[in-house]
């Protein structure tokens, strides 16, 4: 790379005045982002070079706990952050970037500008062309290769190290203005020299004479004390070559630009520098912050060189070389017109064409009915927070179009009462059952908004869909997660501390905020632990039955009128415990078959051993539906069951045995061993509670199944109980005998399971 790599000196000037202002704008009005890493240093640069200094806008502290510096550079409104003293690096530098973008949704540039190790190359003789102190190396492609490449990331194999990480190419648009940059240099229309002038009166940023510039041979190793300023080192052993001055007097300050290399620790060691120089397409600049930033924006790097990331480390040049970093950065944001960055993706929110994911046509059921309540919950929730999560038993009716009938015109009815209220609102559905499916939706919505790369096959749609999603020229969008029931693809053990890279393995950290663009987000999941994890402090939303009126409404909208019967409806509503698939299901069974009645459907639920199976296995076809997704009431309730058998066995135990009973007051004493709560089985408990497969009396001392679900669960996974008969003697004393795989059991209301 170093024979692609550009130099050029800078000349030119036009004056400028700094003005310090108090005013104060909205965070989405800022455009550009500038990162630095040490407070007396690269902090203070920026300070300095900022036309204003604005009173910074209010943002939420309770998520966000940066303080930044807010102000502008010529056309643009720039918000600098600094990582913490002392905690500089890829990781720190990834906390504090991670909430900046969700605070300042509409930052296009993200500049990370501050100091680095040079590489010199080595047995060039022209100092123009070569690295000294205090010069600048951006981070650029060449032909095919990155600008910044992570040398400690990668895999080792038996014939060595292979590295594998790297950093997202700049954007285009800062590739231009770099070219016009050099241009402008060339024809001396550049502000370098009053930038410089204007660091220069903080006595911090004063010049350096050129003999402070050391360079020793790579093999010779400091000597003396580490803060000696090498008075004991010999300088025969120094590099001889011609001094910048002397090639040019007004070439004291060069920028060059080629690969920059990012690790997680300062080097100073010149082998092993120039060993990673090779590796990494012989890298200029050797740093610690690029990928840390990477993880949740593009961004160019800028470094002014402190060192030669030897053992002859000192900080002589560390405040000019942070100065010269800073005017570098101030000079291209100059160069840059921030009309042309208010819009990068060249449409405004107001212009584009609302866009749907949701499977099929987006219609409403001419036919739904009830769920009133849960539309005006989801409305008040959304004054306090931008998510709501509905939980409720598969079938219920929740809102998502992966079941039909009632769920296909809940999720209808909550889009269109959605863009009633904002016209121009997006609307994006995630399957969420899995990573695939997640990660499928997420590649759909990111071809949808056009988003650079998406087509890359290491394109990282989790990072780049939130944060596109966040961004203020968004405008409003609705996204609904449907089914998202595992919560160890969404969340970490309890002990597991994360990373900023390791947060995208869990989907929750991998969904837009939306504060700043009037976004929303609907979970829906059979597993409340997921949904009270998604919401937090704010209440889940239950999804219970319809009401007996709203459920004959429904059935009788959908069973042809030659096959009403009023008084079988009620009877069948009954048995289908008021469930909206279960109805719509058996509608469609009537409708579908010539010769069967209301009465029929009646009769082989009844028909429980021989029936019960094929009936409530019946698939509805649509059109609407996302493939691949069930449709039937058993395959529905079977997601359930295989869930929580990769969760807690003991719940499936619980369940199986649970099934053979009376669904009603299931004593707790029947369903565990001894008095006393094990600590398993208050797990499994909660498990089934959880998923809304029992309910508990409020003192958790009785449970009772719907009666349906009960029927379906006799065909669970795990079948381990069957009743041979019950004797009752008064309401709180009964007595069942089972058969499982190793005999016969009495179950005692009084104590328990014990041997027959």
């Known amino acids: 790379m170093a024979e692609s790599s550009t130099s050029s000196s800078i000349g030119g000037a036009s004056p400028f005045k700094i003005v310090r202002g108090h005013a104060t704008f909205k965070c989405a009005d800022y455009n550009v982002a500038w990162i630095c890493a040490l407070r007396d240093t690269e902090l203070l640069a ?370 269109y009462k959605y863009r009633g209220n904002s016209p121009g609102c997006h609307i994006f559905w995630v399957y969420g059952s899995s990573r695939q499916s997640f990660d499928d939706a997420y590649r759909r919505i990111a071809k949808e908004f056009e988003i650079p790369g998406n087509d890359d096959p290491m394109f990282e749609h989790r990072k780049a869909v939130p944060r596109e999603l966040d961004r203020h020229h968004t405008g409003p969008w609705l996204m609904i997660v449907d089914n998202a029931d595992d919560y160890n693809i969404y969340f970490p053990p309890a002990n597991g501390a994360l990373d900023e890279s390791e947060q995208s393995e869990y989907l929750a950290y991998c969904l837009p905020n939306g504060s700043e663009n009037g976004g929303r987000l609907i979970i829906t999941t059979r597993n409340a632990r997921v949904g009270e994890a998604f919401m937090g402090d704010f209440p889940i939303i239950e999804i219970l039955r319809l009401a007996p009126t709203d459920a004959r409404n429904l059935l009788q909208s959908k069973v042809p009128k030659e096959k009403w019967d009023h008084d079988r409806a009620d009877t069948l509503l009954y048995e289908l415990d008021y469930l909206p698939l279960a109805i719509t299901q058996a509608a469609a069974f009537v409708k579908r078959n010539r010769l069967a009645t209301l009465k029929d459907y009646i009769g082989k639920l009844c028909q429980f051993h021989l029936n019960v199976k094929d009936v409530l296995s019946y698939e509805l076809h649509d059109p609407r539906r996302q493939p691949g997704t069930p449709s039937a009431v058993f395959c529905t309730w079977k997601i359930s069951y295989l869930q929580i058998q990769l969760e807690n066995s003991r719940a499936v135990d619980m369940l199986s045995l649970m099934a053979v009973l009376d669904n009603q007051a299931i004593p707790r004493m029947l369903l565990v061993n001894g008095d006393v709560l094990e600590i398993s089985e208050m797990d499994a408990l909660q498990v089934l509670l959880d998923f809304s497969l029992i309910r508990d009396d409020g003192q958790c001392e009785f449970f009772s199944m719907y009666p349906l679900q009960q029927l379906v669960s006799n065909f669970g996974p795990s079948k381990k109980y069957a009743c041979v008969g019950t004797t009752s003697v008064n309401r709180d004393l009964c007595f069942c005998h089972l058969r499982t795989g190793s005999g016969l059991m009495v179950l005692d209301s009084r104590v328990g399971k014990k041997p027959a």
């Not at 041979?217 to 025969?236: F, K, V």
């Not at 819009?343 to 929110?349: C, K, P, V």
Request: aromatic share 8%.
């Open 46 to 415: 920026a300070r300095i070079l900022l036309d204003e200094e604005h009173n910074t806008p209010q943002y939420d502290t309770k998520y966000d706990q940066n303080t930044y510096i807010c102000g502008k550079v010529g056309e643009h409104k720039v918000v600098v952050a600094c990582m913490p003293s002392g905690r500089s690096g890829n990781v720190s530098a990834g906390h504090l970037t991670g909430p900046l973008f969700h605070t300042f949704p509409n930052i296009k540039i993200t500049l990370l500008v501050g100091i680095g190790g040079g590489v010199p190359r080595q047995g060039h003789q022209d100092p123009l062309e070569d690295i000294y102190l205090g010069d600048v190396v951006i981070g650029w492609p060449g032909d095919g290769t990155p600008a910044v490449i992570q040398y400690d990331s990668g895999r080792w194999k038996v014939d060595g190290f292979e590295q594998r990480g790297s950093v997202d190419q700049p954007d285009y648009h800062l590739t231009q203005a770099l070219d016009i940059l050099i241009s402008n240099h060339e024809v001396g229309q550049t502000d370098f020299p009053k930038s410089i002038a204007l660091l220069q009166k903080n006595p911090k940023f004063a010049s350096r004479k050129p003999d402070e510039d050391r360079l020793f041979q790579p093999a010779y190793r400091h000597e003396g004390d580490y803060y000696s300023g090498c008075r004991q080192c010999i300088l025969t052993n120094l590099v001889h070559r011609p001094g910048r001055a002397e090639a040019r007097p007004d070439g004291l300050f060069r920028f060059h630009h080629g690969t920059i290399a990012s690790g997680g620790a300062v080097i100073q060691d010149a082998k092993l520098r120039d060993r990673l120089s090779r590796e990494c397409n012989n890298a200029r600049c050797l740093e610690m912050e690029a990928v840390g930033v990477n993880l949740n924006s593009r961004c160019l790097v800028i470094r002014g060189l402190a060192t030669y990331a030897d053992s002859h480390k000192n900080d002589v040049w560390k405040c000019v070389a942070a100065g010269n970093a800073a005017a570098f950065a101030k000079e291209l944001l100059l160069t840059m017109k921030a009309a042309g960055f208010r819009d990068l993706d060249g449409i405004n929110a107001d212009q584009r064409t609302p866009i749907s994911t949701l499977p099929g046509t987006l219609t409403v059921d001419p036919h739904f009915v009830g769920r009133d309540n849960v539309f005006t919950t989801m409305q008040e929730q959304f004054t306090n927070s931008n998510r709501a999560a509905l939980v409720g038993l598969g079938g219920i009716g929740i809102v998502l179009p992966t079941d039909r009938g009632q769920q296909d015109g809940n999720s209808s009815a909550v889009c």
